[in-house]
């Protein structure tokens, strides 16, 4: 090998020689120390070259010299000492060494190492397109002290290739307070080609949610080798105060000796052998890099932690202090004022206000609404029972009257004590401060104080250990009453959180980022609500220190909680007990109402097929639903009528799971959406709550202190799935918290399945189940919904299948109205045998068989399948029955005409032969017009006709016929025929 590298020399110099009079002869500035490429026997050479940047020739090449074995490293604050004898030596002062690797922990801006990529995975309930994604916020964003990641509309990667040449080590410094989950991967490029960290789950690992104030640290093993380590967030869009995934610092080991030290930058300083740089304190600096220490500011400036220069000290104003109150003795008090803690203004300028002098008595100021002045001068809530409007002493209520708690805060001339102020510093790995100076009372409302910095946030926390159990107004447990006002400049964003915490996680129910001045009321629907804590951050800028944004409140007010005073006494709802036993509550699904015969208050449950909206009120349910057995909630207990037809979908009153078709990430990843839902949660019975379906989000690691999983519970959830070799599901979203009702051919339902590109027919049967959310979001401000579409179709098999619409993005086309087609036998009416017609056989051998063939909507089960029956028959087919019946009738019809005309014919031949018989005067003459054959003398009467049944018979049929023919009736008289 020494021969081979010999050789190699000998060469370069022929070459440099050679084009050594186009390119100058380096000098010693131009070159430097450096390291061959470890060999098969982990041995390298030191060589003197120029450096990258410089073009020039080496005249007289310094020969090579063995250097170290590639395994050697230096502890943290030394470093190789290259162009010496190659052995480690301390960092000097204003520098400093990891030893063996690197470390990020400055983020003024994203190191030129990182990458950020979209992987194409959408993080809230936007249909957004790849190209959108990739347009999107930054997940990582650089915050000066800290590298936040940001959960945005579409997550994006982060990600570091490095190269270790020894076993090494990644080390990261991180706070997690996400709902979502946060994971870094580390991976090897020399096995393989590395995906996206959803793509590919190798040396994944978790980093689990903080369960304290401070940073958390993460240590994972690295192999030898090139490297890709990739941060990302999973889970869905909830930026919040309380929901933060901050890294203060990455730092990788492994990569071999460090041939030089960092130098600290601005704002930071070190001592020899320093393994890190020290932030400069408050009020001082450093203004050049590789600083050995830091300078204090003049009298008259100041300078925020880790700054590099001092700024002025601005005039004084009343923002720069606040005012204590001393305790209430015999109704009179004093106040003392005093500068905030952090006070950085000047208050020898002359345009600076003047700290106001301490003392002085006056008068107390009013307790709270449900207050009440005690003995030794503070205020204290009413007792169980009382009321007082904080003016007055607390009273007892009266019968027939209730005391309902609540915390309420509009007085502010000293710090309520029911509120409980702090901070959040998050370049102190979010650890919280009770300061009092965080908010200033102002006397009608209470602000945010200038002694919180840019990028920390000014907290108000309001404990409540829960609501009471009894409800306001049917589904609400608890209000929130806020009146305040928030300036916020444009050019310097800041954010207001308002948020609750119960006994899973601390979640958002409002935020704000602009300047407005508002009354807002947020509506608790469950009792478990512990804290509602208010945070704001003036500045999203860490140079900002002197932002001018603020937040102020004049009102407070927590309605319904288990402590605290009451305000008022209210009426309450008297059941048969007797007047003086006190208040008792209507119960679940009943309202109330007045007795007309006593007049009295009384509870009264809701009518069928009618709920209790509030204490009062009974609203109906939607069409094809019924109440629950409380009168709570609409349901639909499967069965139903429509046209004539009856339904029975009680075999899919279950639990139902639909997957949705993979889709990918902009890497080719694949995941997909599973839908779950529940259609006849009313055919449980016994069951006040219908029950309801659930999705989870196995992706956190809340799971392993809490002990279970995040789970969304609604009667229609959506949940992302993940590949892995365990299912990983992510992002589980309620998509129905309400039945709203289920109708039949509903026209506007069948149009949306069409516009999505569902094909349905005109004559098909559909039945549509549609849900609602009513909790409103900025994309669907009506909320969100769902329509579950059956379609009667007796060619499908088992349950038959599901589909979502082909023409929108996971089951939507436009972000709020959600549809999921299924198809299936178990959707038609129930059948019965009239609903079959009756398929007869030809007739063989005196015997035909009977089948049975189904109407359109009714399936060709086995059962009717199998259906026959064998009748008795005879060779005349019913046609030729019919024939043979027909020509017997008209054969019978046309006898019975020519006897009618038979007869007739007879009667007319024997009348005109009577009449020529019977004749006076000549022969062949007629008689007169005054005579008649017959004499009226004749004693008898002569009777014509047939002396038969048939002729009575035809005579009566012949009767009517007879008078109208124009000849008159005549009477034969005698016994005998007179003589010619």
Request: proline share 5%; aromatic share 8%.
């Amino acid at each position: 090998m020494k021969f081979t590298l010999i050789i190699c020399i000998i060469l370069a110099e022929s070459f440099f020689g050679e084009v050594g009079g186009q390119i100058p002869e380096c000098t010693e500035s131009d070159l430097h120390y450096t390291y061959t490429e470890c060999d098969a026997d982990k041995s390298r050479w030191r060589v003197y070259v120029p450096k990258s940047s410089t073009k020039c020739y080496v005249g007289s090449p310094k020969p090579p010299v063995q250097g170290p074995p590639c395994d050697k490293s230096c502890d943290a604050g030394r470093y190789l000492d290259v162009a010496g004898d190659q052995d480690c030596i301390d960092c000097p002062a204003g520098t400093y060494s990891v030893g063996n690797g690197v470390r990020y922990d400055q983020w003024d801006s994203l190191p030129k190492e990182f990458t950020v990529v979209s992987n194409g995975l959408r993080l809230s309930l936007k249909s957004l397109s790849k190209a959108q994604c990739e347009a999107s916020v930054d997940t990582w964003v650089a915050q000066g002290p800290y590298l936040e990641g940001v959960p945005s509309d579409c997550n994006k990667d982060l990600s570091i290739t490095t190269e270790l040449i020894t076993d090494g080590s990644l080390t990261i410094r991180y706070r997690n307070t996400l709902d979502m989950l946060g994971i870094v991967q580390v991976k090897s490029l020399c096995q393989s080609t590395a995906k996206s960290v959803l793509g590919d789950f190798e040396g994944i690992t978790p980093l689990k949610k903080s369960k304290s104030s401070g940073f958390d640290i993460t240590e994972i093993d690295m192999k030898p080798g090139k490297n890709k380590i990739t941060f990302s967030l999973l889970g869905l869009n909830s930026a919040a105060p309380g929901n933060k995934f901050i890294i203060q610092s990455i730092e990788i080991k492994g990569m071999g000796f460090s041939t030089e030290c960092t130098p600290c930058k601005p704002g930071f300083y070190s001592s020899i052998g320093s393994s890190h740089c020290t932030r400069c304190g408050a009020n001082t600096y450093a203004p050049l890099s590789r600083s050995v220490s830091c300078k204090d500011c003049k009298e008259d400036e100041f300078s925020p932690p880790g700054a590099k220069e001092c700024k002025p000290r601005p005039p004084c104003t009343e923002s720069d202090y606040y005012a204590s109150i001393a305790p209430c003795v015999n109704g009179t008090t004093y106040e003392t004022y005093q500068w905030l803690d952090n006070k950085y203004c000047n208050d020898k300028h002359a345009d600076s206000v003047i700290l106001p002098k301490s003392g002085g008595s006056k008068e107390c100021p009013s307790c709270n609404p449900g207050e009440s002045l005690a003995d030794d001068g503070t205020c204290e809530y009413c007792a169980e029972g009382q009321a007082s409007d904080g003016s007055q002493p607390c009273e007892s209520c009266p019968i027939g009257t209730e005391a309902r708690k609540s915390k309420t805060f509009i007085h502010f001339d000293v710090m309520p004590s029911g509120l409980y102020p702090g901070c959040i510093k998050l370049a102190d790995g979010g650890s919280f401060c009770d300061k009092q100076s965080t908010w200033v009372p102002k006397g009608d409302y209470i602000q945010v104080s200038d002694d919180i910095r840019a990028l920390d946030f000014a907290v108000l926390n309001i404990n409540n250990s829960h609501f009471a159990n009894r409800t306001l107004d049917g589904r609400v447990y608890g209000k929130l009453v806020i009146r305040f006002n928030l300036t916020c400049d444009p050019a310097d964003p800041c954010i207001f959180y308002l948020m609750q915490e119960d006994s899973v996680e601390l979640r958002v129910v409002g935020s704000w980022n602009a300047t407005t001045t508002t009354v807002y009321m947020h509506n608790f629907t469950s009792p478990d609500v512990k804290l509602i804590s208010i945070a704001f951050r003036k500045s999203s800028k860490a140079a900002n220190y002197l932002s001018s944004n603020t937040l102020s409140i004049s009102e407070l007010r927590l309605i319904n909680t288990v402590s605290g005073g009451a305000t008022e006494c209210t009426p309450c709802v008297l059941g048969s007990s007797a007047a003086g036993e006190g208040c008792h509550s209507c119960a679940v699904g009943e309202i109330v109402v007045t007795n007309n015969v006593t007049n009295k208050k009384v509870c009264k449950k809701c009518p069928a097929n009618y709920i209790a909206q509030d204490s009062f009120t009974c609203i109906p349910c939607g069409p094809g639903l019924v109440n629950n057995e409380d009168h709570t909630m609409c349901v639909s207990d499967c069965q139903f009528a429509y046209d004539g037809m009856k339904f029975d979908l009680s075999s899919l009153s279950g639990a139902q799971t639909f997957a949705g078709a993979n889709m990918f990430t902009a890497d080719g990843t694949t995941f997909h959406h599973n839908f779950n839902f529940v259609l006849c949660s009313g055919a449980t019975k016994g069951l006040s709550k219908p029950p309801h379906v659930t999705c989870i989000n196995n992706a956190t690691i809340d799971s392993y202190y809490r002990g279970k999983e995040d789970t969304v519970s609604s009667l229609v959830c959506r949940e992302t799935i993940l590949p892995a070799e365990s299912v990983l599901s992510i992002q589980p979203t309620s998509l129905g918290d309400w039945l709203a009702n289920v109708t039949v051919n509903n026209q506007i339902d069948r149009k949306l399945l069409k516009e999505g590109g569902t094909n349905i027919h005109d004559d098909e049967l559909s039945i549509h189940f549609k849900y609602v959310t009513y909790l409103p979001t900025d994309n669907c401000p009506q909320g969100i919904s769902t329509v579950v579409t059956l379609i009667c179709d007796t060619r499908e098999v088992d349950n038959g299948s599901m589909a979502l619409p082909p023409k929108c993005y996971g089951g939507t086309c436009d972000g709020c109205t959600y549809q999921i087609r299924w198809r299936t036998k178990l959707a038609c009416p129930k059948c019965d045998d009239s609903h079959y017609e009756r398929i007869v056989g030809q007739c063989e051998g005196g015997q035909q068989t009977v089948r049975y063939m189904p109407d359109k909507y009714c399936p060709m089960t086995e059962e009717i399948r199998n259906r026959q029956s064998v009748e008795k028959c005879t060779l005349l087919t019913l046609p030729i029955k019919i024939a043979v019946a027909s020509t017997t009738l008209v054969v019978l019809l046309l006898f019975l005409c020519a006897v009618c005309c038979w007869k007739r014919s007879r009667k007319l031949e024997y009348k005109y032969m009577r009449l020529v018989e019977g004749a006076q005067g000549k022969p062949g003459e007629l008689p007169a017009a005054q005579t008649c054959a017959w004499s009226d003398d004749d004693e008898e009467d002569v009777n014509v006709g047939f002396k038969t049944k048939g002729d009575q018979l035809f005579g009566k049929l012949t009767s009517k016929k007879d008078k109208n023919e124009g000849f008159e009736k005549i009477k034969l008289v005698g016994g005998r025929l007179p003589e010619i």
